[in-house]
């Protein structure tokens, strides 16, 4: 199997029997590898242990302290994730925790998921907070926890084997808005500082440098009426349109979701916790209840990110969790 | 067969992005005719039994077939139910000295943030409430810092 993926790497495609083979591999998850938009590679087949590769795993929306409708135990699904991601074949060089933490932002509950996260082999987690790890004292805790080492009110960015990273936060002072008249959006918001401190960052970089941003609210509108989109993304993304290769991984929404924009690819990732219904498809954006105890861990997830250097595939892989 | 492949993809993304632009165009129809704002006109000290005031104010109770599934279970004067993402009613009259309640009916944490920050609820899980007494006239508009989409005032006479 490693030699097929070595010759999907030879001529940077891939062909339909090997990602039939990969679909397969995934079991119930989902695989896009994608490169600025276009197919490219399925490198995570067990085995695929190479130079000049590296993965990391994102995982979302743990919502530690949940215990209604449909999961009374998130704890222990997001133990679940974790004892996935220690199983991997090839252990990731990092985690990404893309916020919604924990559900009421209490210390106990950021207790709890520090406790859970200390089972995992890779040690190095990088968190952005979710509005649900912020809003009850505007990131007093969440900071006093996680801001170390990062710049204004937890933003991040960071260089890993060539690629630069990028942890915004979008949840801080949410301001009221309908969307219509008077008053703001009602979406997540970067704000000017941390626009301003991202201008700077990207500066000195070369265009050909791999992007990866991580936010928790997606960074493009997905369903507005939800709130499900960031009021000043397009700001953001200005600044990195120059780069050839730009994913961007959100969570918030729970349910996984695709777009290309050019050479900007964008994500959502599943929750560990519950999922929420697809834009527009019920009332309010609240958990879907009804899901039976046996299907739950298949809407549940984590996803696997995998970069090779040299001809910069960078696949992803959305994996559910039973 | 790569170039097949690809131009595959490219369809199936594009038709996807194509479905959920469709789904919430359809939403934004269905949203527009479902909202509702109800004013209730409410004297703080009103009996149960009292006339043409109170079915005034019980209205936010009454599902409205636009509303559909956000049904509020509440009819207690000078409360604001948290319902499925919205404040029930939106705006709410009372006189001033009155003491509003919040209680949130949801199964996700919400909040009632004044606008001008003159108050804050902090978190309220389910069935969580707060209350505030209104002393001052005036228009105090309120949002959820989790989901600013969540609106609602007091107007106080």
Redesign the interface.
């Known amino acids: 199997m490693s030699d097929e993926v070595n010759k999907e790497q030879e001529?940077n495609?891939?062909?339909?029997r090997s990602?039939l083979k990969c679909m397969a591999w995934a079991g119930t998850g989902l695989v896009w590898a994608?490169n600025a938009?276009?197919?490219t590679s399925c490198s995570l087949l067990p085995g695929a242990k190479q130079k000049g590769l590296f993965s990391f795993v994102q995982v979302s929306d743990s919502h530690i302290g949940f215990n209604?409708?449909p999961n009374q135990d998130v704890t222990k699904t997001f133990q679940e994730a974790v004892n996935r991601i220690n199983a991997l074949e090839q252990q990731p060089a990092f985690l990404i925790h893309t916020g919604d933490i924990t559900?009421?932002?209490t210390p106990d509950q950021f207790d709890t998921a520090t406790q859970v996260l200390k089972s995992a082999k890779a040690s190095q987690v990088y968190y952005i907070p979710g509005?649900?790890d912020v809003?009850?004292d505007d990131g007093k805790i969440y900071l006093e926890r996680y801001g170390k080492g990062t710049q204004g009110q937890g933003w991040q960015s960071f260089d890993y084997e060539g690629v630069h990273f990028i942890g915004l936060i979008n949840v801080l002072n949410?301001?009221?808005?309908?969307?219509t008249g008077l008053?703001?959006s009602?979406?997540g918001q970067l704000g000017n500082d941390q626009l301003e401190w991202l201008e700077k960052d990207v500066k000195g970089l070369s265009s050909s440098t791999p992007i990866v941003v991580y936010a928790h609210v997606p960074l493009w509108t997905?369903?507005p009426?939800?709130?499900w989109g960031t009021e000043d993304s397009a700001q953001a993304l200005s600044y990195l349109k120059r780069f050839g290769s730009i994913t961007v991984l959100n969570g918030h929404i729970h349910q996984i979701?695709?777009?290309?924009e050019g050479n900007v690819t964008f994500h959502t990732a599943r929750s560990t916790a519950f999922p929420q219904p697809?834009?527009?498809?019920a009332?309010?954006?609240?958990?879907i209840?009804d899901v039976p105890a046996d299907k739950l861990r298949s809407v549940l997830g984590l996803r696997e990110v995998t970069y090779v250097s040299n001809n910069s595939p960078l696949a992803i892989v959305d994996s559910a969790l039973g | 067969?790569?170039n097949h492949?690809?131009r595959k993809?490219?369809l199936i993304?594009t038709m996807?992005?194509l479905s959920?632009f469709l789904?919430?165009c359809?939403?934004?129809g269905?949203?527009s005719s479902?909202s509702s704002e109800t004013e209730s006109t409410g004297a703080p000290n009103a009996s149960p039994n009292s006339s043409t005031e109170m079915s005034k104010m019980q209205m936010p109770a009454k599902p409205s077939p636009a509303v559909?599934?956000?049904q509020s279970t509440s009819s207690s004067p000078n409360q604001v139910v948290v319902e499925?993402?919205?404040f029930q009613p939106g705006t709410l009259t009372v006189k001033a000295g009155t003491s509003v309640t919040w209680v949130n009916h949801?199964?996700?944490?919400h909040?009632v943030?004044e606008?001008d920050k003159r108050f804050k609820s902090?978190?309220l899980?389910?069935d969580g409430q707060f209350s505030y007494k209104f002393t001052s006239p005036g228009t105090y508009?309120?949002?959820c810092?989790?989901?600013?989409?969540m609106?609602g005032q007091i107007i106080v006479k």
């Open positions: 001529s495609g891939i062909e339909r990602f994608m938009g276009v197919l209604k409708e559900h009421l932002s509005e649900h809003f009850s949410l301001k009221q808005g309908t969307g008053g703001g009602g979406l997905i369903y009426e939800w709130g979701l695709q777009k290309v697809a834009p527009g498809t009332p309010a954006p609240g958990p209840k | 067969m790569i492949l690809k993809l490219l993304t996807s992005v959920l789904t919430a359809g939403q934004i269905a949203d479902g559909g599934k956000n499925n993402f919205s949801d199964d996700i944490p909040t943030n606008n902090g978190t899980d389910t508009s309120y949002f810092s989790l989901h600013p989409r609106t």
